[in-house]
């Protein structure tokens, strides 16, 4: 799988919209990029993925540029509790199982 | 529906013993893997189980091991405790095999130390 780099640290004031970015300039064709956060203590949180195309669902928007090689995570509206470390991922769309490799992500900390 | 039920919470063993943890999966997940936390490595996998036999492994010694019995539900073991295998144990479940559209559902983990 695709190694991805993200920022290890970033700031956001609650209320406002934190974009998160991920490089993953070796993503291959058939590799999707996914997002998780861990809450301190917890386990691991699944977020969104994607292919190609722009994602949005409940918790978030997932950008990937048209080239796939890299990505931003948009929390529109972060809160207190979207503190957290974020991590990206690509994995590849084969049958070879869920094997998720982690980075060390972006810890994000969003202040009052 | 429930989630990934991890038992138990907490564990203090001593150096030289043997431990088992438990995973069950939420119903209907077929896939359980499972990671190890520390502070020094981050989260690292450690072996995924897909219908009772094991298809992938990570770069572990032989004394992790696993097995997922027929309900889906799975156990590690980890033999000859070392201080370094202290640590934040996570099961993650997914319903496929298949990566493209699988999402992986962790539980709270198994907060493993060794003295």
């Known amino acids: 799988d695709a190694k991805t780099t993200q920022p290890p640290s970033m700031d956001c004031a609650e209320g406002r919209a934190a974009n998160l970015p991920c490089n993953h300039s070796?993503?291959?064709?058939?590799?999707?990029v996914y997002w998780y956060r861990q809450i301190h203590s917890q386990g691991p949180q699944y977020i969104i993925h994607?292919?190609?195309n722009n994602e949005t669902n409940e918790m978030a928007s997932l950008i990937i540029t048209e080239d796939r090689k890299s990505s931003t995570l948009i929390l529109p509206h972060a809160t207190l509790r979207d503190t957290a470390v974020y991590y990206c991922?690509?994995?590849?769309?084969?049958?070879?199982?869920?094997?998720?490799?982690f980075g060390g992500g972006t810890r994000l900390m969003v202040k009052p | 529906k429930a989630g990934v039920t991890q038992t138990p919470r907490y564990l203090i063993k001593t150096r030289g013993q043997q431990v088992t943890l438990s995973c069950s999966p939420i119903?209907?997940?077929?896939?359980v893997s499972w990671y190890q936390q520390t502070p020094g490595q981050g989260l690292q996998f450690l072996f995924e189980?897909?219908?009772?036999?094991?298809?992938n492994k990570g770069n572990f010694p032989g004394r992790f091991s696993g097995r997922q019995f027929s309900n889906s539900r799975s156990e590690m073991n980890v033999s000859t405790l070392e201080l370094g295998d202290s640590a934040l144990y996570l099961c993650?479940?997914?319903?496929?095999?298949?990566?493209?559209?699988?999402?992986?559902?962790f539980g709270q983990g198994t907060r493993l130390t060794v003295v």
């Open positions: 993650a479940s997914s319903l496929s095999s298949q990566a493209g559209n699988t999402e992986a559902f």
């Open positions: 070796t993503i291959s064709g058939n590799e999707y």
């Open positions: 994607g292919l190609k």
């Open positions: 991922i690509v994995r590849a769309n084969n049958n070879a199982g869920n094997m998720l490799t």
């Open positions: 119903s209907g997940h077929r896939s």
């Open positions: 189980y897909f219908s009772e036999t094991q298809r």
